[in-house]
């Protein structure tokens, strides 16, 4: 087996270990019993890796298309479905493809505005998922947009960081053990670029070692901005919640905080 493929495979394992978290899940089927009157959806999930929210959403009755640029993590998607008539997966780039239309709710969760893989500039990228969920919706349809926000100061001190350490450590079904070493990251507030470095060091069943490495960046942006790209592309902003809770989302946050915006298309 190549490297590649005992990296993503191994990766895909260990991020369904740790990103097991569903609060913002059930917080996600609050907002739709709320906010539809409990109705069934024709719902779209960006990036739906293992399924972690696709599946609740299908299993609470709405019906779910969701993709993944990553057939490793909609492998464990597609085991999931079993039983599931009302979900379905597939492969597909999320900046090149066209994510088809007329969907009630277009989910856009797990941090993807912030974690966006793009070789085009980043705010373009988050600018342009934020166009396409409109294009994806009905009109009348509703943006679920959940995600870290941060202030330039809280941004510094959460991505400004040196020296070594390690995340996401476990072994995966085939017994390729491993971790992810960062060696430190700095974040700008000028551009609010935040940039990193890190490698996947694995050890494979058979004793080999295998060293993967890995640069990244990402763009911050602050609230004012997402407001702005969602009215430019025909949204209005019906809600905003803070960390999970019905506690309204200022315009003026002091520190970081999570955001889950409702938005409707105009």
């Keep these: 087996m190549n490297r590649d493929f005992l990296a993503k495979h191994w990766y895909s394992s260990v991020y369904e270990q740790f990103e097991n978290q569903t609060n913002d899940v059930e917080f996600i089927l609050e907002i739709l019993r709320n906010e539809t009157d409990g109705k069934p959806q024709k719902i779209i999930e960006v990036a739906c890796g293992g399924g972690r929210i696709s599946i609740p959403l299908a299993e609470s009755g709405h019906n779910v298309t969701g ?11 597609y085991r999931k479905m079993k039983g599931l008539s009302n979900v379905t997966c597939y492969q597909a780039n999320a900046i090149n493809s066209d994510w088809g239309n007329d969907f009630d709710v277009v989910v856009l969760a797990g941090n993807i505005l912030i974690n966006i893989e793009s070789d085009m500039d980043y705010s373009n990228s988050q600018k342009l998922f934020i166009y396409k969920s409109a294009k994806a919706l009905r009109s009348g349809g509703h943006l679920i947009l959940d995600y870290d926000q941060h202030i330039k100061s809280s941004a510094s001190e959460f991505f400004n960081h040196q020296g070594e350490f390690s995340f996401f450590e476990g072994v995966d079904e085939l017994g390729t053990s491993g971790k992810v070493v960062g060696y430190g990251g700095l974040y700008n507030p000028v ?76």
């Excluded at 993709?67 to 998607?77: K, T």
């Excluded at 702005?228 to 905003?240: P, S």
């Design 67 to 77: 993709f993944d640029v990553d057939e490793f993590m909609l492998l464990r998607c």
């Design 191 to 266: 551009t609010q670029i935040c940039t990193w470095t890190n490698h996947i060091e694995l050890i494979t069943n058979n004793g080999e070692k295998i060293i993967v490495p890995k640069n990244g960046y990402k763009y911050i942006p602050m609230l004012s901005e997402v407001y702005q790209w969602l009215d430019d592309t025909g949204f209005i902003v019906e809600k905003a919640y803070r960390n999970y809770s019905d506690e309204t989302l200022s315009d003026n946050e002091t520190d970081f905080v999570r955001a889950t915006i409702w938005a409707k298309k105009k």
